[in-house]
């Protein structure tokens, strides 16, 4: 058991009865006889941060690339703002994923670019156009979000892991998203600069107003974090409630996962 | 996105531009070589046999290329039509009487068409002109040859045998070689031979001396010769001399005549006193016209054949008398 | 075992080919990256083309001179040297070190972009990575590896003329009239062609393999070797069948 750290508030309180922005309904997915999800299901409303919690292996990260389009599903429907992502044409796919935000695990920052350029990248790339002035701002404004002002001419190769992580995050929010998919946050960082992180999602959410999914193991940035928590056990959404629910659940696979 | 600086783009575009540059060169040079984009002027010639010529062989005009074998092709069994294309530049050089014919680039080289130009003169050769050819020099075409001259040596050295027999057989022949006293004469005739050439070459120098002195206008004869006025003068005087010489004539025909007839000038010439004023008459005419006569020939002495000696006579005189 | 994974990896290498020429073409037009890559795989490469051009004629007409001199054909040398360096050594040598440069760092690249997930970035930052990655890098090959022959061949010559003038004296002009007058289109043209082939091939194998690249480390590693390996090969494969094509063509 973690003594729990006493600056830290507890993650903001979801507004009940919101919207929901993303539904990922029966889904299954499999790699050659390797089933990595089954019938799984999960909604998530709008402002809310949901964890995906499971063990390494259990097909967490293939979820949210489903979700994002990235791979295709075997079986069942997944609708991000209202769009069924499946039947998009690349246009439209597109134009959706400008307002889905994808934090991958190792960065993905591009190594020929500086820091600048690699922000500058989404937002050109996306068909959006605006005058130097405003590409300037927004890139100083994000780099701001996450405490890296000084950062922008240096190249990723010059950075922290931590700090590569909170660029990543800044690349991500440079396009105002509406749901950000956060790939492991917080794996493979000390965890120090993992307490900030996770602290970053949450100023995000206070701030933006985004909804998130979160892929994670790390219990920590699950109990930060967290409005609700979504078991992934053997390809299905094994449980789904609430940090201190689960944590209270007698139940052996929920209570594997929290006790330490 | 990467910015790039402006001066990547301008190496890159230096690097393309150098690599097709030398890529444009070399198929220019190419191009030139094998006259795709100079004008060209497209002439045939017609062969019996061109010896595995190829299109796109050269044709050489005094061993300069000046245009490639464009087209061969069969026209009848005993004709191959070749088709040449010439380099514009060298037009006026190629006339239509050139020959052409077959020949190979060194001992073991391509196949190619020399162009020979004949003496004699012509136009320039034009588009579409035929050239006249001579037939390649083949192997079998010498061993013809060969095969003649053998022949021929055959029927030499049978005749030679011939003649060497003979005259092996013909003692005169060979008494005549060994007599000592023609050898003597024969001697003394070169002699004799020598002797008269001597003279002869002293009367050729003699000769030329005299022709020498006529070239360069000395003496009356060389004056004669190079003085055109005086030619017109002389053409002149001889014919006033001529008419003269015919009055002449006639009157002494008339004399002639009156003497012979029966009443005969002796008894007019007594007996009628008219007849001999009359004569009288003729004789003064006579007198006028010799008179005439002399007076054409001194003009004559006066203008030629004298002056140049009366000058010089002159001249010899007023030394003569400023020497004393 | 090995023949299948052989002719199976040659199936899926024709089917990524298929994809460049059916995506390739379409817009968006990855103009800026592709001049980009342009100059990084064929300016970039210029020096290390250039110096193997240079030795290559240098020892070819050094090489040569003793066996050309006994038969009394030194005056052949340019004409034998140009023919060679135009005809056959100048794109094959090019091309393999051009595979070995570029290839190797195709495959890196686009090897460790795969593991660390920037291929899929692109992906959801509103790029086709297919296009701006593979399609520009294979174009680039394609329209440098000729430029990089072009040049090579001109960087060969002048060290065989160099070389040639070690050892006795010939002017510029003879020189190239010598090499110029054996040469024919059919000599030039069908030797450029084949090294937009080379190009290709380089490109398409190493963005294959890096595209695909296993995770880890050790993938990057093994994209970066496959792919100089198996250009090399198709290079020397597609030489043979260029040569029989142009016979066949009646261009030899």
């Given at each position: 058991?973690?003594?729990?750290?006493?600056p830290?508030?507890?993650p903001?309180?979801?507004?009940?009865?919101?919207?929901?922005?993303?539904?990922?309904?029966n889904?299954?997915?499999a790699?050659?006889?390797?089933q990595?999800?089954?019938?799984?299901?999960?909604?998530?409303?709008r402002?809310?941060?949901?964890v995906?919690?499971?063990?390494?292996g259990a097909?967490?990260?293939?979820?949210i690339?489903?979700i994002?389009?990235?791979?295709?599903?075997?079986?069942?429907?997944?609708?991000v703002?209202?769009?069924?992502?499946?039947?998009?044409?690349h246009?439209?796919?597109?134009?959706?994923?400008?307002?889905?935000?994808?934090?991958?695990q190792?960065?993905?920052?591009?190594d020929s670019?500086?820091?600048?350029?690699?922000?500058?990248?989404p937002?050109?790339?996306?068909w959006?156009?605006h005058?130097?002035?405003?590409?300037?701002?927004?890139?100083?404004?994000?780099?701001e979000?996450?405490?890296?002002?000084?950062?922008?001419?240096?190249?990723?190769?010059?950075?922290?892991?931590?700090?590569?992580?909170?660029?990543?995050?800044?690349?991500?929010?440079?396009?105002?998203?509406?749901i950000?998919?956060?790939?492991?946050?917080t794996?493979?960082?000390?965890p120090?600069?993992?307490?900030?992180?996770?602290q970053?999602?949450?100023?995000v959410?206070q701030?933006?107003?985004?909804?998130?999914?979160?892929?994670?193991?790390?219990?920590?940035c699950?109990?930060?974090?967290?409005?609700?928590?979504a078991?992934?056990?053997?390809?299905r959404?094994?449980?789904l409630?609430?940090?201190?629910?689960?944590?209270?659940s007698?139940?052996?696979?929920?209570?594997e996962?929290?006790s330490? | 996105?990467?910015?790039?600086?402006?001066?990547?783009?301008?190496?890159?575009?230096?690097?393309?531009?150098?690599?097709?540059?030398c890529?444009v060169?070399?198929?220019?040079?190419?191009?030139?070589?094998q006259?795709?984009?100079?004008?060209?002027?497209?002439?045939?010639?017609?062969f019996?046999?061109?010896?595995?010529?190829?299109t796109?062989?050269?044709v050489?005009?005094?061993?300069?290329?000046?245009g490639?074998v464009?087209?061969?092709r069969?026209?009848?069994?005993?004709t191959?039509?070749v088709g040449?294309?010439?380099?514009?530049a060298?037009?006026?050089?190629?006339?239509?009487?050139?020959?052409?014919?077959?020949?190979?680039?060194?001992?073991?080289?391509n196949?190619?068409?020399?162009l020979?130009?004949?003496?004699?003169?012509?136009?320039?050769?034009?588009s579409?002109?035929?050239?006249?050819?001579?037939?390649?020099?083949?192997?079998?075409?010498?061993?013809?040859?060969?095969?003649?001259?053998?022949?021929n040596?055959?029927?030499?050295?049978?005749?030679?045998?011939?003649?060497?027999?003979?005259?092996?057989?013909?003692?005169?022949?060979?008494?005549?070689?060994?007599?000592?006293r023609?050898?003597?004469?024969?001697?003394?005739?070169?002699?004799?031979?020598?002797?008269?050439?001597?003279?002869?070459?002293?009367?050729?120098t003699d000769?030329?001396?005299?022709?020498?002195?006529?070239?360069?206008?000395?003496?009356p004869?060389g004056?004669?010769?190079?003085?055109?006025?005086?030619?017109?003068r002389?053409?002149?005087?001889?014919?006033?001399?001529?008419?003269?010489?015919?009055?002449?004539a006639?009157?002494?025909?008339?004399?002639?005549?009156?003497?012979?007839t029966?009443n005969?000038?002796?008894?007019?010439?007594?007996?009628?006193?008219?007849m001999?004023?009359n004569?009288?008459?003729?004789l003064?005419?006579?007198?006028?016209?010799?008179a005439?006569?002399?007076?054409?020939?001194?003009?004559l002495?006066?203008?030629?054949?004298?002056?140049?000696?009366?000058?010089?006579q002159?001249?010899?005189d007023k030394?003569?008398t400023?020497?004393? | 075992?090995?023949?299948?994974?052989?002719?199976?990896?040659t199936?899926?290498?024709t089917?990524?080919?298929?994809?460049?020429?059916?995506?390739?073409?379409r817009p968006?037009y990855?103009?800026?990256?592709l001049?980009h890559?342009?100059?990084?795989?064929?300016?970039?490469?210029?020096?290390?083309?250039?110096i193997?051009?240079?030795i290559?004629?240098?020892?070819?007409?050094?090489?040569?001179?003793?066996?050309?001199?006994?038969?009394?054909?030194?005056?052949?040398i340019?004409?034998?040297v140009?023919l060679?360096?135009?005809?056959e050594?100048?794109?094959?040598?090019?091309a393999?070190?051009?595979?070995?440069?570029?290839?190797?760092s195709?495959?890196?690249?686009?090897g460790s972009?795969?593991?660390?997930?920037?291929?899929?970035?692109?992906?959801?930052?509103?790029?086709?990575?297919?296009?701006?990655?593979?399609?520009?890098?294979?174009?680039?090959t394609?329209?440098?590896?000729?430029?990089?022959?072009?040049?090579?061949?001109?960087?060969?010559?002048?060290?065989?003329?160099?070389a040639?003038?070690l050892?006795?004296?010939?002017s510029?002009?003879?020189f190239?009239?010598?090499?110029?007058s054996?040469?024919?289109?059919?000599?030039?043209?069908?030797?450029?062609?084949?090294?937009?082939?080379?190009?290709?091939?380089?490109?398409i194998?190493g963005?294959?393999?890096?595209?695909?690249?296993?995770?880890?480390?050790e993938?990057?590693?093994?994209?970066?070797?496959?792919?100089?390996?198996?250009?090399?090969l198709?290079?020397?494969?597609?030489d043979?069948?260029?040569?029989?094509?142009t016979?066949?063509?009646?261009?030899?």
């Open positions: 058991m973690l003594p729990a750290p006493a830290v508030a507890a903001a309180p979801a507004p009940a009865p919101a919207e929901i922005v993303l539904t990922v309904a889904v299954s997915k790699f050659g006889t390797n990595v999800l089954r019938n799984f299901s999960l909604d998530v409303r402002g809310e941060n949901v995906v919690l499971g063990k390494s097909g967490k990260s293939v979820l690339k489903c994002i389009g990235l791979m295709p599903v075997d079986a069942g429907t997944i609708r703002l209202g769009q069924d992502v499946a039947t998009l044409d246009t439209a796919l597109d134009q959706l994923r400008a307002k889905v935000g994808f934090l991958f190792s960065n993905a920052l591009y670019m500086t820091v600048r350029e690699n922000l500058l990248f937002l050109r790339r996306h959006l156009t005058s130097p002035g405003e590409e300037d701002e927004l890139v100083r404004q994000a780099l979000d996450v405490g890296l002002g000084h950062t922008i001419d240096m190249m990723p190769a010059e950075l922290s892991g931590g700090m590569r992580k909170r660029i990543a995050l800044a690349r991500t929010l440079i396009l105002q998203p509406d950000i998919l956060y790939d492991e946050p794996t493979g960082l000390d120090v600069t993992a307490r900030e992180i996770d970053l999602i949450r100023e959410q701030k933006y107003g985004t909804s998130s999914v979160i892929i994670s193991h790390d219990m920590n699950v109990r930060l974090t967290a409005n609700r928590v078991l992934l056990v053997e390809g959404c094994y449980a409630g609430t940090y201190a629910e689960l944590k209270a007698t139940d052996p696979a929920i209570h996962f929290f330490e | 996105m990467p910015q790039r600086p402006a001066s990547t783009y301008f190496r890159l575009g230096l690097f393309v531009l150098v690599g097709l540059g890529l060169a070399v198929l220019f040079m190419l191009g030139r070589k006259n795709l984009f100079g004008s060209s002027l497209e002439v045939q010639a017609d019996r046999n061109v010896s595995g010529l190829l796109g062989n050269n050489r005009l005094g061993g300069i290329s000046v490639t464009k087209d061969i069969i026209v009848n069994d005993s191959v039509r040449l294309s010439l380099d514009r060298v037009q006026p050089y190629v006339k239509k009487n050139a020959i052409a014919s077959i020949g190979t680039d060194g001992l073991v080289g196949t190619i068409i020399n020979k130009a004949v003496p004699t003169p012509a136009p320039a050769i034009e579409g002109d035929v050239l006249r050819t001579t037939a390649p020099l083949a192997l079998d075409a010498m061993l013809g040859t060969l095969n003649v001259s053998n022949k040596l055959v029927g030499i050295t049978k005749d030679l045998r011939e003649i060497t027999h003979k005259l092996n057989s013909s003692d005169a022949f060979w008494q005549l070689l060994s007599d000592q023609l050898a003597l004469e024969m001697h003394r005739s070169l002699q004799n031979l020598a002797a008269a050439t001597a003279l002869l070459q002293g009367s050729a000769m030329q001396q005299l022709t020498h002195g006529l070239r360069q206008g000395r003496g004869a004056y004669l010769l190079t003085d055109t006025a005086f030619a017109g002389m053409r002149h005087a001889t014919r006033q001399l001529a008419s003269t010489s015919d009055t002449l006639h009157t002494l025909a008339g004399l002639k005549r009156q003497i012979q029966p005969g000038p002796l008894n007019t010439l007594l007996a009628d006193t008219a001999g004023r004569l009288r008459q003729s003064r005419n006579v007198e006028l016209g010799t005439g006569f002399s007076q054409n020939m001194d003009a002495k006066h203008n030629f054949l004298l002056r140049g000696y009366f000058r010089k002159a001249r010899k030394t003569r400023a020497a004393p | 075992m090995a023949t299948s994974t052989t002719v199976a990896e199936g899926a290498i089917r990524f080919a298929g994809r460049f020429f059916q995506e390739g073409f968006r990855e103009v800026q990256e001049l890559q342009c100059f990084v795989v064929g300016y970039q490469s210029l020096p290390l083309v250039g193997t051009g240079f290559m004629g240098m020892v070819l007409t050094l090489q040569s001179r003793p066996t050309m001199a006994q038969f009394g054909a030194e005056s052949w340019p004409t034998m140009g060679t360096i135009i005809r050594m100048g794109p094959i040598i090019t393999l070190i051009f595979a070995g440069k570029i290839g190797s195709i495959g890196a690249e686009l972009m795969r593991v660390t997930e920037q291929i899929d970035a692109m992906e959801v930052s509103g790029t086709n990575p297919f296009k701006y990655l593979v399609a520009t890098r294979v174009l680039a394609t329209l440098m590896l000729p430029v990089l022959t072009i040049l090579s061949d001109a960087i060969g010559l002048f060290a065989s003329f160099l040639i003038n050892k006795g004296v010939t510029l002009a003879l190239t009239n010598n090499v110029v054996a040469l024919t289109f059919g000599d030039v043209v069908p030797a450029v062609i084949k090294t937009f082939f080379f190009g290709f091939a380089v490109g194998i963005c294959y393999k890096g595209y695909y690249a296993e995770k880890g480390t993938g990057v590693g093994q994209a970066a070797n496959s792919a100089v390996v198996a250009s090399s198709v290079i020397f494969i597609l043979l069948l260029a040569v029989q094509t016979g066949l063509l009646g261009l030899n």
